[in-house]
């Protein structure tokens, strides 16, 4: 399950294990097609990986902390620690081997 959550809550809850966290806009057509593919990937990675979601117009400070200027932007966090960023819609079979080298 991808959770949403606000750019304040995202150290805390990246702050251990693998975290995958997906910068999108209601707005952005991408996004939309990219969300239900993460949602299945969530589901699949189930305890291996926790997943969360950030409107960056409800939480712009987070999007410029992390340097996010084009979205859908995808951040793997390990132990707290930004790893990783890839920017763009993905397949899901992109994604999957994208995170999966971080597990």
């Not at 966290?21 to 990937?41: H, K, M, N, T, Y």
């Not at 084009?70 to 960023?85: Q, Y």
């Amino acid at each position: 399950m991808v959770k949403k959550i606000s750019g304040n809550e995202l150290k805390t809850a990246a702050a251990s294990g693998v975290a995958v966290v997906d910068f999108s806009a209601q707005w952005c057509g991408p996004c939309q097609r990219v969300a239900p593919i993460l949602e299945e990937v969530s589901d699949e990675l189930d305890g291996k990986a926790n997943f969360f979601n950030i409107d960056i117009d409800e939480n712009a400070d987070a999007a410029d902390e992390y340097g996010i200027t084009n979205i859908p932007a995808l951040m793997v966090m390990k132990d707290g620690e930004v790893v990783d960023m890839q920017v763009g819609f993905q397949p899901k079979e992109n994604l999957c081997s994208f995170i999966g080298q971080y597990l």
